[in-house]
T-cell receptor, first 114, second 113 residues
Framework: DVKVTQSSRYLVKRTGEKVFLECVQDMDHENMFWYRQDPGLGLRLIYFSYDVKMKEKGDIPEGYSVSREKKERFSLILESASTNQTSMYLC?????????????FGQGTRLTVV | GNSVTQMEGPVTLSEEAFLTINCTYT??????LFWYVQYPGEGLQLLLK?????DKGSNKGFEATYRKETTSFHLEKGSVQVSDSAVYFC????????????FGSGTRLLVRP
């Protein structure tokens, strides 16, 4: 089974802290994604990566950065956490083979910024 | 721009009722279409998909048909169970090099015994 693992299920951080969310996949997928999920807004893409050291901005990249030093790992960084970044964060990965291939999701990290 | 529109929830049904969750999309070209389901406390998992016009995706009693003429991909199930209570997301993947998914806002389904 494909597994996408996010390092934490729940996190509580203080305003202004630098926050790292880690995601690891075990299927040698080329593409990895970070989404945030908010009620009524669905999933919004923050950043994605289609190869090691490659990254592209999604729809809401402001206040975030990412790192992909190894193929299996994709990190989301909140440079200076703010309360409006309190949300559920979902990592996903997919193969680069064909548009019909599905994305596999981790269980999510619920981040609270106080 | 590219987008997915889903019917607002929550949808509340009794067990064994018929389910329809509407989904329409706007996209350039011919996207692939997906339904994902999120059970409480979990991440998203693929429910079904269709990659070209008139394809029907099906899984666990759920079905959806890719209708290019109406740009729709409505989710249906003939008889829902309490265990189907979850949030359902319609999504499309563009036919470009990004492989990113664009999601609708999600529809919460609550099935009562």
């Amino acid at each position: 089974d494909v597994k996408v693992t996010q390092s934490s299920r729940y996190l509580v951080k203080r305003t202004g802290e630098k926050v790292f969310l880690e995601c690891v996949q075990d299927m040698d997928h080329e593409n990895m994604f970070w989404y945030r999920q908010d009620p009524g807004l669905g999933l919004r893409l923050i950043y994605f990566s289609y190869d090691v050291k490659m990254k592209e901005k999604g729809d809401i990249p402001e206040g975030y950065s990412v790192s992909r030093e190894k193929k299996e790992r994709f990190s989301l960084i909140l440079e200076s956490a703010s309360t409006n970044q309190t949300s559920m964060y979902l990592c996903a990965s997919s193969s680069g083979q064909g548009w019909g291939t599905e994305a596999f999701f981790g269980q999510g990290t619920r981040l609270t910024v106080v | 721009g590219n987008s997915v529109t889903q019917m607002e929830g929550p949808v509340t049904l009794s067990e064994e009722a018929f389910l329809t969750i509407n989904c329409t999309y706007t996209a350039t070209g011919y996207p692939s279409l997906f339904w994902y389901v999120q059970y409480p406390g979990e991440g998203l998992q693929l429910l079904l998909k269709a990659t070209k016009a008139d394809d029907k995706g099906s899984n666990k009693g759920f079905e959806a048909t890719y209708r290019k003429e109406t740009t729709s991909f409505h989710l249906e199930k003939g008889s829902v169970q309490v265990s189907d209570s979850a949030v359902y997301f319609c999504a499309l993947r563009l036919m470009d090099s990004s492989y990113k998914l664009i999601f609708g806002s999600g529809t919460r389904l609550l099935v009562r015994p």
